[in-house]
């Protein structure tokens, strides 16, 4: 079974600052998915960023962008200029393909708070 | 564009009673459809998911049940819910590939 692991419980951040938020995982498949979601206190549960296991560039979106590193099974999340509005909880998410489905195995979170 | 409806958003329930959460999926035909649970303060756990009508696959033993009667409309069931089941209950959907999941607005289900 896949296991992903946030070491960061909670994490503060000064608005306009950088933050990186870490994701490890631990699996003996090589095609897969990661994800990061971002949960604000309405607790809808939103996309963030995707990465392919096969591509070795860094994924990217606006503000955010990801280490991958595939061999440390390592996947982290960068904040650039973080907002107020980038207070969530964030997840690491893992996607294997299977016969039956593509369920998403989660992180237990980190807890952002970004402050004045 | 795809919408995804869960409701009802709240629900408190005794302790045996019986329960039903609706999700269903607008603007695309035969998704893949999950149930998660997220219990206070921890991550979503995957409950069920199904990739066609009448096709459901369980992750977890649990006092929980689902069903898909329709392909764009998925239930997650209990015949007598145990305090356990308090939680955070979010419907998600895919394209049957490797994309992302979409999560509804979710259920906050309180036991008492």
């Known amino acids: 079974a896949q296991t992903v692991t946030q070491s960061q419980p909670e994490m503060s951040v000064q608005e306009a600052e950088t933050v990186t938020l870490s994701c490890t995982y631990d699996t003996s498949e090589n095609n897969y998915y990661l994800f990061w979601y971002k949960q604000p206190p309405s607790r809808q549960m939103i996309l963030v960023i995707r990465q392919e296991a096969y591509k070795q560039q860094n994924a990217t979106e606006n503000r955010f962008s990801v280490n991958f590193q595939k061999a440390a099974k390592s996947f982290s999340l960068k904040i650039s200029d973080s907002q107020l509005g980038d207070t969530a909880m964030y997840f690491c998410a893992f996607m294997k393909h299977s016969n039956s489905g593509y369920a998403l195995n989660f992180g237990k979170g980190t807890s952002l708070l970004v402050t004045p | 564009s795809q919408t995804i409806h869960q409701w009802p958003a709240t629900l408190v329930q005794p302790v045996g009673s019986p329960l039903s959460l609706e999700c269903t999926v607008e603007?695309?035909?035969?998704?893949?459809l999950y149930w998660y649970r997220q219990a206070a303060g921890r991550g979503l756990q995957l409950l069920f998911y199904?990739?066609?009508?009448?096709?459901i696959s369980s992750e977890v033993p649990q006092n929980l049940s689902a069903s898909r009667p329709q392909d764009r409309q998925f239930i997650l069931s209990s015949k007598k819910l145990l305090l356990s089941d308090s939680g955070f209950y979010l419907c998600?959907?895919?394209?049957?590939?490797?994309?992302?999941?979409?999560f509804g607005d979710g259920t906050r289900l309180s036991i008492l």
């Open positions: 603007g695309t035909s035969n998704p893949n």
């Open positions: 199904s990739v066609g009508i009448g096709q």
């Open positions: 998600a959907w895919s394209v049957p590939s490797n994309q992302p999941q979409h």
